[in-house]
């Protein structure tokens, strides 16, 4: 039984951003928006958002190519940063093959095609669409912001920092985000980029976080061990649990730049 419960714990932490980074990301990017009436109708459904922001992960497992729509691994497409990545999915699948598309991971086409989803579901004032699209834009805008998802170096393997992933995405924020204190509330307006572009705008910004990631946790391996308590606390008050913090932050901003572009496309605004 305790082993069946740590395999499950085990398989918990290897979600993006742990069930809980996915809600407080939905959650925020509601509160981001400016009051309104888009911000009315996403609000009236925060609750069934928060739950939907998790259901890409609970479809890996039944859902043919699911697992491929969660990461985009840049080095097995162009060196960061990416300046002539072809970014709409056919020119993609022309220069790289779909091998390499499977392989190497399509979360940015996932991202606009939630997107065109949730447009759609708000055209149609499709409220079941509806929720699927925003929380499916919800989950994947939220593994864009995760560093460990656009790396073939995705659990600090070269580091010898094996379990960086759900260090940095479960572990710490279970045990420390304080809703008082780490969300820093912004009033946001409509993202101005198109979905794709600014999912590679959020790529190039956080694949370099992947080493500043590995260099904190070995500075903080230094001087405690794993099995200390000083050790978790130290990482979540130094440039570690900082780290996770803005890019929680940014992820519920670029979340609801999105959510106001789609409203204002469907609303013809
Ligand atoms: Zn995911």
């Known amino acids: 039984?305790?082993?069946?419960?740590?395999?499950?714990?085990?398989?918990?932490?290897?979600?993006?951003?742990?069930?809980?980074?996915?809600?407080?990301?939905?959650?925020?990017?509601?509160?981001?928006?400016?009051?309104?009436?888009?911000?009315?109708?996403?609000?009236?459904?925060?609750k069934a958002l928060?739950?939907?922001?998790?259901?890409?992960?609970?479809r890996k497992?039944?859902?043919?190519?699911?697992a491929y729509r969660h990461y985009w691994e840049a080095?097995?497409?162009?060196?960061?940063?990416?300046?002539?990545?072809?970014?709409?999915?056919?020119?993609?699948?022309?220069?790289?093959?779909?091998?390499?598309?499977?392989?190497?991971?399509?979360?940015?086409?996932?991202i606009e095609e939630s997107y065109n989803a949730l447009v759609k579901a708000l055209k149609a004032d499709d409220e079941k669409a509806f929720l699927k699209a925003a929380g499916d834009l919800a989950h994947y805008v939220g593994d864009a912001h995760q560093p460990f998802?656009?790396?073939?170096?995705?659990?600090?393997?070269?580091?010898l920092n094996g379990g960086i992933h759900a260090l940095f995405e479960s572990t710490i924020i279970e045990a420390y985000w304080d809703d008082a204190r780490d969300y820093w509330p912004k009033t946001v307006g409509p993202a101005r980029e198109a979905p794709l572009a600014l999912a590679f705008e959020i790529f190039r910004e956080d694949h370099p976080l992947v080493i500043t990631l590995n260099e904190e946790l070995w500075k903080v391996k230094r001087l405690y061990s794993e099995f200390d308590k000083r050790y978790y606390k130290t990482l979540w008050n130094g440039l570690f649990g900082l780290t996770a913090r803005v890019q929680i932050n940014r992820a519920a901003r670029r979340l609801a730049s999105l959510y106001l572009r789609a409203w204002n496309e469907a609303k013809g605004r």
């Open 61 to 66: 497992s039944y859902t043919p190519g699911e």
């Open 50 to 58: 928060k739950q939907a922001a998790n259901d890409p992960d609970r």
């Open 149 to 159: 998802h656009t790396t073939t170096d995705f659990d600090g393997q070269s580091w």
């Open 1 to 46: 039984m305790k082993r069946l419960a740590a395999l499950l714990l085990a398989v918990g932490l290897a979600l993006a951003w742990g069930p809980k980074g996915h809600e407080l990301i939905a959650a925020y990017a509601v509160y981001d928006m400016p009051q309104g009436p888009a911000r009315t109708y996403f609000a009236a459904h925060l």
């Open 75 to 110: 080095e097995r497409y162009e060196p960061w940063p990416f300046p002539d990545f072809p970014m709409p999915l056919a020119a993609a699948r022309a220069r790289f093959g779909e091998a390499t598309l499977e392989q190497g991971g399509i979360l940015p086409w996932a």
